[in-house]
């Protein structure tokens, strides 16, 4: 059973914040409601989603500067703003912070849901087109056999991979130089969309470096970029 659609919808009007839930819902959407800019930030950081919708008119932190500091940590996820403020600089500057796209309030409801669907469908057509990692993939003096789910480590010794761990380096590899955020990891690899713990995903990190690297205090390879997530780079 394929799981449902995260939305984090955040919105500080309580009747359209719930209008726009349940008719999210009624489409099959699992979603997150927010009323403010902290919360909503919150969300992001806790949780994985395939979309936020975001108010700009938000108390405390408004929700230009919530996309702006989305983007610092995740440049993936898409981003629709709902805004009453129409000028064409209102929109641009909702663009130039990272916003994928821009609706003015009052808006049509139907139109609204297809925006939705046509953002989260780019979304995951950009995502399956990273080139696809090879059954056996090669990096300096190490080799992963993602069939066999063995590698052959730095020193010459072939180390059995669990599961998880071959698909934590086939995710990592195909998203090469590019950070992937913790979140995703764990939404990909583990199928959480809450998170008690980040040391997970650190204790395979630091098996990684064990097999792989030649220092693994100095990595060349598998890089942590703190409160974000991970990197694999090839040099």
């Known amino acids: ?35 403010d800019g902290a919360s909503a930030l919150n969300a992001v950081r806790r949780e994985y989603f395939d979309l936020i919708v975001l108010d700009v008119m938000l108390p405390e932190i408004d929700g230009i500067s919530v996309c702006e500091n989305i983007r610092l ?24 912070k990272g916003a994928d796209d821009y609706v003015t ?13 046509k953002l989260i469908n780019k979304s995951k057509l950009i995502s399956s087109s990273k080139e696809p990692v090879k059954e056996v993939f090669t990096f300096g003096k190490n080799n992963i056999n993602f069939k066999s789910l063995e590698c052959t480590t ?4 072939t180390v ?22 913790r979140e995703k990891i764990l939404q990909a690899v583990w199928g959480y969309n809450v998170y008690p713990t980040t040391r997970t995903v650190d204790n395979f990190i630091l098996n990684f470096r064990k097999y792989f690297e030649e220092d693994s205090r100095k990595p060349k390879y598998f890089h942590s970029i703190r409160g974000i997530g991970y990197k694999f780079t090839e040099n």
Do not use: C, H, W
């Open 154 to 157: 730095k020193d010459g010794e």
């Open 105 to 117: 309030k009052p808006f049509d409801l139907t139109e609204l849901m297809l925006r939705v669907k």
């Open 160 to 181: 059995a991979l669990t599961k998880k761990e071959a698909m934590l380096l086939k995710l990592l590899i195909e998203n090469k130089n590019e950070v992937v955020p």
């Open 1 to 35: 059973m394929a799981r449902k659609l995260s939305v984090l919808l955040v919105e500080d009007e309580e009747n359209l914040r719930d209008t726009l839930k349940l008719n999210f819902e009624m489409e099959g959407y699992n979603v997150v409601p927010a009323g």
């Open 73 to 96: 940590f995740n440049s993936e996820i898409p981003i629709l703003i709902l805004s009453a403020k129409n000028s064409s600089s209102d929109r641009v500057i909702g663009l130039q």
